[in-house]
């Protein structure tokens, strides 16, 4: 069973950083397109930024680009998701998630997800 488990969370003030966190286990993790996510009080679970296999790609909504980066690490199987410039629309909860297959947007297209971890700005 796959399981996925991000920490990192936090309260920040607007301006300030954080690294969330995303342990995999119980499957081929380097074989996972991952993702993040996040949801907001009132909002629809939106894609945050994504990465390929290899790391080789990255993808982003267009709110983070410049601010947030993500990136794998296939030894530890854990994604992460450095975030900078915080301000209070990034207050959320955020999810990692995992799929086989390719690139993609859409949060029913990914198979696993972790419990969220609460992001406050």
């Known amino acids: 069973q796959v399981q996925l488990v991000e920490s990192g969370g936090g309260l920040v003030q607007a301006g300030d950083s954080l690294r969330l966190s995303c342990a995999v286990s119980g499957g081929t993790f380097s074989s996972y397109y991952m993702g993040w996510f996040r949801q907001a009080p009132g909002k629809e679970r939106e894609f945050v930024a994504g990465?390929?296999?290899?790391?080789?790609?990255?993808y982003y909504v267009d709110s983070v680009k410049g601010r947030f980066a993500i990136s794998r690490d296939n030894t530890k199987n854990t994604v992460y998701l450095q975030m900078n410039s915080l301000n209070p629309e990034d207050t959320a909860v955020y999810y990692c998630?995992?799929?086989?297959?390719?690139?993609?947007?859409?949060?029913?297209?990914?198979?696993?997800w972790g419990q969220g971890t609460q992001v406050d700005a």
């Open positions: 990465i390929t296999w290899t790391g080789g790609r990255t």
């Open positions: 998630a995992a799929r086989s297959g390719t690139y993609s947007q859409s949060s029913a297209l990914y198979h696993y």
